[in-house]
């Protein structure tokens, strides 16, 4: 028989998934509000690496859910439509605020606000 400690090392996580989906489904409460907590602070993985983790997971499960309420005809298209009208726009000018004073930030020497506690590459 193989060594099965990675496949046990994966448990927790798995357990933790399972937890996370079992609380959303019978809330209805967002998962990013419940896994990026849990990531931090039961399994020791840092900020950045959980919401970032969290966010590529909920946008794969969410296409999903998408498509099958798109196909079940439950998705008021037009809706849609609005809501990206103002949301696109209002997320696209945030990043480049965030952006924007990040770089002043990194280049002026200054080391204090909300901006300095982001890291980017």
């Known amino acids: 028989?193989?060594?099965?400690s990675s496949a046990v090392a994966l448990l927790p996580l798995v357990a933790a998934g399972a937890g996370v989906g079992f609380l959303v489904g019978l809330t209805g409460v967002g998962g990013?509000?419940?896994?990026?907590?849990?990531?931090?602070?039961?399994?020791?993985?840092s900020p950045q690496v959980a919401v970032g983790t969290d966010l590529l997971y909920a946008s794969i499960t969410k296409t999903a859910g998408s498509w099958r309420?798109?196909?079940?005809?439950?998705?008021d298209w037009p809706i849609v439509f609005r809501l990206a009208t103002g949301s696109l726009p209002a997320a696209a000018l945030l990043l480049a605020a965030i952006a924007?004073?990040?770089?002043?930030?990194?280049?002026s020497g200054a080391g204090s606000g909300w901006a300095s506690s982001l890291h980017f590459p």
């Open 1 to 4: 028989m193989g060594d099965l």
């Open 32 to 45: 990013g509000s419940l896994m990026t907590p849990l990531l931090i602070s039961s399994f020791g993985i």
């Open 69 to 75: 309420h798109h196909l079940s005809d439950h998705v």
């Open 100 to 107: 924007f004073s990040t770089s002043i930030l990194r280049y």
